[in-house]
């Protein structure tokens, strides 16, 4: 069993930054992807972000040279650095991973991005 925790979430501006974390009970982003997802009222959550146990990271389009997601695999948690908001990135962001089969999803962080 692993439980995953988003914080940083909050109100932000149009064109400011946030950092969100995730953080797990257990040490078990170095060995698998982990991902970051979102979901916007009334919509359906879509993928943000992605980075494997070996550094390889890939983004969606609607984010990409935007949002960086890390790793820090001593801390056990994985990072989403949000630049230039805009009030679209509006939504409850999620962090998941995959272990052993089982998936896995915190219980999201909400920002809202005012225009």
């Known amino acids: 069993q692993v439980q995953l925790e988003e914080s940083g979430g909050g109100l932000v501006q149009a064109g400011g930054s946030a950092r969100l974390s995730c953080g797990a009970s257990?040490?078990?982003?170095?060995?698998?992807?982990m991902g970051w997802y979102r979901q916007a009222p009334g919509e359906q959550r879509e993928f943000i972000a992605l980075i494997t146990s070996g550094g390889t990271t890939n983004y969606a389009d609607s984010v990409k040279g935007r949002f960086t997601i890390s790793r820090d695999n001593a801390k056990k948690t994985v990072d989403l650095q949000m630049n230039s908001l805009k009030a679209e990135d509006t939504a409850v962001y999620y962090c998941?991973?995959?272990?052993?089969?089982?998936?896995?999803w915190g219980k999201g962080t909400l920002v809202t991005v005012s225009p």
């Open positions: 998941k991973v995959i272990d052993r089969g089982v998936t896995y």
């Open positions: 257990r040490n078990i982003f170095s060995t698998n992807t």
